[in-house]
């Protein structure tokens, strides 16, 4: 079994000693001037909170058509159920409020279209990932 090579034991290579960060004091890993991830987490969603809700094109055509007028508190009410769908981590949802269904892009704040209860017979609504009974 030997060919002229020599048997010692294996040594495990000398790696650098490196210092591991302390995981009990999170403020204390943080460099002075950063902020955590939660406190800009939190300033991202008061930030899209504070945008107002906006109408495509189709949208304000359809409402007109079917004569649906929206008040101050209809838009607060809207306002909220994208708020609500958005902390859940939802796209595109269907947003039931007053006998009309919305269909809203979460992220853009964007209604994209409306159908009252007159025009929702038989009517699917595809491509939503949540739905809410505002």
Known sequence: M????PMRPVTRP????TELPIRNNPSAQRAAGT?????????QL???????????????????????RLT?????????AIDRVAAKGGRESLVVYNDTAYL????????????DKAHMQDHVFTKIDSAVFA
């Open 46 to 68: 008061q930030v899209r909170q504070q945008q107002p809700v906006t109408f495509s094109a189709h949208a304000l055509e359809r409402l007109r058509m079917r004569n649906i």
């Open 72 to 80: 101050q508190d209809d838009m607060t009410r809207l306002g909220s």
């Open 104 to 115: 809203i892009n979460v992220k853009n704040r964007t209604v994209i279209t409306a159908v």
């Open 2 to 5: 030997s060919q002229g090579w």
């Open 35 to 43: 902020v955590s991830f939660q406190d800009e987490l939190n300033k």
């Open 14 to 17: 000398n790696a650098p000693q």
